[in-house]
C-alpha cells in the first residue's frame, strides 16, 4: 500500500467533506478512521479510484459520528443545567448502551474508546488526549474494537468497572473539555448507583458532585481559568457537596476502599476548607498515599507531589516530583509552582512558558502563559 499516496489525498478528501457540509473538524475526525480503514482493506483489496474510495467511506463516518452526536443531544435535552439530587426520574437506553459497548469480547481499554466515540459523542482526538496516546493509535484502537463487536452477539454485559471509567472519562471531558458532557455522566452515574450498591459506583458519583460543585468558580467572566487557591467559594454549589458528602461517606462506611471513593475524599477536603489556608493538606497527602497505593498511576503522583508540596514545603514537593515521568501532562506546571514556591522566579517562569506549549486547552494555556509573563515582567524590574 502506498502511504505516501494517502498522506498526499488527505486534504483534498478533507475539503471534499467540507463542502458537503461537514465541519472541518469533524471531517479530519471522519477521514482519520478513513485512513484506518484503508491501511486494513487496501493491501487485500486496492480500490481502483484511491481517492473516491477514502471520501466515501470518510462521509459515511462523518454521518455515523453525526448520528451518534444527534442522539447524544436529544437525551441531553431531557436534563436540566443542574443535576437534581437523588436518582434522575429520566431514563433512557443510555446507561445500557455503555454496558453493551463494554463487551466481554473486548479489553476494558477498547471498551472504553469505543463507548467514549460510539455513545459520549467525543472526537478520536479527545479520547487520544484522555488516554496520553497518538491520535492515530486511538483511532486504530477504536477501529479494531468496532470490527470485534460487529461479528458478535450482545447478550452479554460488560463489568460495572469498565463502565465506571468511562463515565469517569466522559465527566472529565465535560468538566475540562470542549464538549458540556458533565451533567449527562452525572445522570448516568446517579442511575447505575440507583440500581447497585457498588461502593465504586458511590465513590464516582460523590467524586462527580463534588467536582461540579466548584465549577461556578473555576473560571472568571471573561474567561479565564481561575486556580483552585484563587476562586470564590461562596460559588460553590453546597447543596452538591453535601450530596457528594453524604454518597461518600455511605461508600465510605461499607469498609472497601477504590480509587473513586479516595479520590471523592481528597475532593471533600478540598470542599470542607473555608479559604486556601484552612486546606487540610496533610490529610490530602494520606489519601493521595492511598490512591497511589490502588492505582500506582503516575497522574496521582503527580498530584501527590503538589500536594507534599504545600504540606511539608516546595523543597518536599520537588523531592516527590523528582522521580516521575517529564513528559507527563501538567509535569511542567507542577514544576513551575513548586520552584516558585521554592523562591527560584528564573526556573519557574522558564517551566509556566514550556507548560502553556503542551496545554490541551486555550484556558489553560492562557493561564500559564499569564504565569510566565507575570513572572518575567518581575525578573525585569
Known sequence: MNESLLRELVPAVIGALVRRGADFAAAEDAVQE????AVRVWPDDPPRDPKGWLVTVAWRKFLDATR??????????????????????AVDDTLQLYFLCAHPSLTPASAVALTLRAVGGLTTRQIAQAYLVPESTMAQRISRAKRTVSSVRFDQHGDVATVLRVLYLVFNEGYSGDVDLAV???????????KTKHEEVAGLLALMLLHHARRPARTAPDGRLVPLADQDRSLWNTRLISEGVDVLQAALARDRLGEFQAQAAIAALHADAQNAEETDWVQIVEWYDELVRLTDSPVARLNRAVAVGEADGPRAGLAALAGLDPSLPRHAAVAAYLHERDGDPVTAARLYAEAARSAHSLPERDHLTRQAARLNAQLRS
Open 34 to 37: 478513513a485512513l484506518v480503514e
Open 68 to 89: 451518534a452526536e444527534t442522539s447524544r443531544r436529544n437525551r441531553e435535552v431531557l436534563v436540566e443545567a443542574e443535576p437534581v439530587p437523588g436518582p434522575g426520574e
Open 184 to 194: 449527562e455522566a452525572i445522570r448516568l452515574t446517579r442511575q447505575l448507583a440507583a
